[in-house]
Nanobody, 128 residues
Framework: QVQLVESGGASVQEGGSLRLSCTAS????????MAWFRQPPGKEREGVAL?????????YIEDSVKGRFTVSRDDANSSVYLHLSGLKPADTAMYYC????????????????????WGQGTQVTVSS
């Protein structure tokens, strides 16, 4: 089992920035692919970014947030980060970290069913 804990969510003004963190514990060897999803109020969960946790994995950012969001990892601390900038009210959502023990690259893998482990989420609220 892998436990994921997110942090860093906050209420910010439009145009602001945040860094979300997700730290894995437990059987971290089973969290080779880590991703961020978000679920806006009243909408379905959608993929935002993913990264293969071992060296050689290229990060993938969904087109809708490309240029404003980036994803990075810290292998030593079994952590992944989502850097949010240029925030818009439409970015308001609960942001979830997810992990699975498999290769991942690109949009094909950024699907909720692909991930075995989930965090509880961290809320991001952007006001205009």
């Amino acid at each position: 089992q892998v436990q994921l804990v997110e942090s860093g969510g906050a209420s910010v003004q439009e145009g602001g920035s945040l860094r979300l963190s997700c730290t894995a514990s437990g059987n971290t060897a089973a969290s080779t692919c880590m991703a961020w999803f978000r679920q806006p109020p009243g909408k379905e969960r959608e993929g935002v970014a993913l990264i293969y946790i071992r060296s050689g994995g290229e990060p993938y950012i969904e087109d809708s947030v490309k240029g404003r969001f980036t994803v990075s990892r810290d292998d030593a601390n079994s952590s992944v980060y989502l850097h949010l900038s240029g925030l818009k009210p439409a970015d308001t959502a609960m942001y979830y970290c997810a992990a699975t023990d498999a290769w991942c690259f690109g949009s094909t893998y950024l699907r909720t069913l692909y991930f075995a482990f989930w965090g509880q989420g961290t809320q991001v609220t952007v006001s205009s």
